[in-house]
């Protein structure tokens, strides 16, 4: 256990080493979510009709979980690049705890979705946005999206792992977030899609993280939202990591 | 029975420290492949062990076994005394492996590397950083060490990546083609340091499609095809093996090939083998022979461009063992000669 902790923090310390090396990368996740926030802010946001809530509180914690949910494209391109430089292999030949390579980059993940999120909420408040709750629920409210995001890291992990190529790891990743995304309350009220969207809206993990977000930060009704989010964030995580260790186990790629 | 001595019976498979690498019956399949069809093999401690083969016999799978990389699917296999499978954890202590890429993380600087290397095998963050720059002296990387892998040359890389291997100062290191894609300068700086592992103790399993390297290297050598070991022994037992003196000769068109072949069939001990515009035949006896085959050649009109007699290569035994030429992956599997 204890090789685990220190193996886990090395690979981690390892990943957010090249942050300041490989700036790109890190522009490409704020700035990709900075443009969608002013798009969906001064573009649609005045055609989405939110009932009393302004548009731009609505936004803010929908627009976060959309962010956090991609945060996870780290992990699987940096995975998947692992696999094929042969890095993989390096480390599956040393006498190191095994889930470790898997769990410091989850691990990393946070430390650079914590970043974004910041970023976002400063985005948000520049233009307009304001907590409307507690100290202690926006506090929270950054835990679970915490916890979700590192939830979905390790479904990126699998990703990057069986991917055979960086470019269908992103791909894979796009099609499946997009759609997850975009058809929940991130964006707009599910009360405005035709039947069908809104039934998959309503049961949509998304949704109800977004939803929990929005009651932790602008005080909108909770509902069952949080602790609903958080079994999410459970499940997803004990489907996801033990799938993607098995997998780093049996050997990565070729 | 995969193992196939050479003229000189192979020294008997002892057990015990003299063994560094036994293998027996080992079988590993990917769907309906056989990578790895009943390989034996011995590895005694302090030696190197060239392993040939053309693409896709099973080399890469037979290192990936020993370094516990993969599961096999039958038969055993032990380094240092240690099961592959049962003794996985305690073997990575003991094993070194620089693969076919260089496996280094280009994000990190080379004594970053090292450092983070060592730090995974459980030493304490001062000593892996000690023993990195220990390793960057050796390997002639001490002014680039502080400088970001992704700027280091190929042959800097492949340094780098053999210094990683010996971070936790292996007994047994495992070369999957370590030259490949070096320029000759750093292939023969690479094959020094090797050789410098050896003269410590190190034993070392080495894949390779070179076979000059292995000539240079390797104090014995198996040559594996469809993944069994179709000959072993040393460098000069499979030459004997391949037989006496060989006829070389270059004709002046290609496209007398066959008939080149046809007109030496009489004079050679075997059926003599052609590539391109170059036929080499094994003969009987030495006297005489170049006379004789410049004679049937000029006979059917064959222009003949040089031709010389020399002792059999690596390149002959791997040729008449596998049926196609070394560094062939570009040609089909040629038909059995054999």
Known sequence: MRRLVTDTMIIAERNLVRLPRKPELLIAFTVQPIMFVLLFRFVFGGAINTGGVPYVDFLIPGIIVQNIAFGGFVTALGLNEDVHKGLIDRFRSLPMARPAV?????????????????????????????????????????????????????????????????????????????????????FVPVSSMPAVLRAFANVNPFTVVVDAMRSLWIGTPAGNYVWGSVVWALVILAVFAPLAVARYRRAAGT | MSTVPGSTPAPPARVGAETAITVRGLVKRFGEVRALDGVDLDVRTGTVLGLLG????????????????????????????????????????????????????????????????????????????????????????????????????????????????????????????????????????????????????????LTTQYLDEADRLADA??????????????????????????????????????????????????????????????????????????????????GVDDINLRRPTLDDVFLSLTGHAAEGAAEPAAPETA
């Open chain 1, 102 to 186: 898997l769990a410091g980059r989850t691990l990393a993940d946070v430390v650079t979705n914590f970043i974004s999120i910041c970023v976002l909420v400063i985005t948000g408040v520049i233009i307009g946005f304001s907590f409307n709750a507690p100290v202690l629920h926006v506090i929270a409210g950054f835990g679970l999206l915490l916890l979700f995001g590192y939830a979905f890291s390790w479904v990126f992990a699998l990703v990057g792992l069986l991917a055979s190529t960086p470019e269908s790891a992103n791909s894979v990743g796009f099609l499946a977030v997009f759609p997850l995304t975009f058809i929940s309350s991130a």
């Open chain 2, 54 to 205: 053309p693409n896709g016999a099973g080399k890469t799978t037979l290192v990936r076994v020993l370094t516990t990389l993969l599961t096999p699917d039958d038969g055993t296999a032990s380094v240092v005394g240690l099961d592959v499978v049962k003794e996985a954890a305690s073997l990575r202590h003991r094993i070194g492996l620089a693969g076919q890429y260089a496996a280094v993380d280009e994000n990190l600087t080379g004594l970053e590397n090292l450092t983070m290397v060592g730090r995974l095998y459980g030493s304490p963050r001062a000593a892996a950083k000690r023993r990195g720059a220990e390793l960057l002296e050796r390997f002639d990387l001490v002014e680039a060490g502080g400088r970001i892998t992704s700027t280091y040359s190929g042959g800097m890389r492949r340094r780098l990546d053999l210094a990683a291997a010996l971070v936790a100062k292996p007994a047994v290191l495992f070369l999957d083609e370590p030259t490949t894609g070096l320029d000759p300068r750093s292939r023969i700086s690479l094959w020094e340091t090797i050789e410098d592992l050896v003269a410590e103790g190190t034993t070392v399993l």
């Open chain 2, 221 to 302: 050598i198996a040559v594996i095809d469809h993944g069994r070991v179709i000959a072993s022994g040393t460098a000069d037992e499979l030459k004997d093996r391949v037989g006496g003196e060989r006829l070389e000769i270059a004709l002046e068109d290609p496209a007398d090939l066959d008939a080149a072949v046809t007109a030496l069939t009489a004079l050679a001990a075997e059926t003599p083998t052609g590539e391109g515009s170059i036929v080499s035949a094994p003969v009987r006896a030495r006297s005489g022979a170049i006379a004789e085959a410049v004679n049937r050649l000029t006979e059917q009109g064959i």
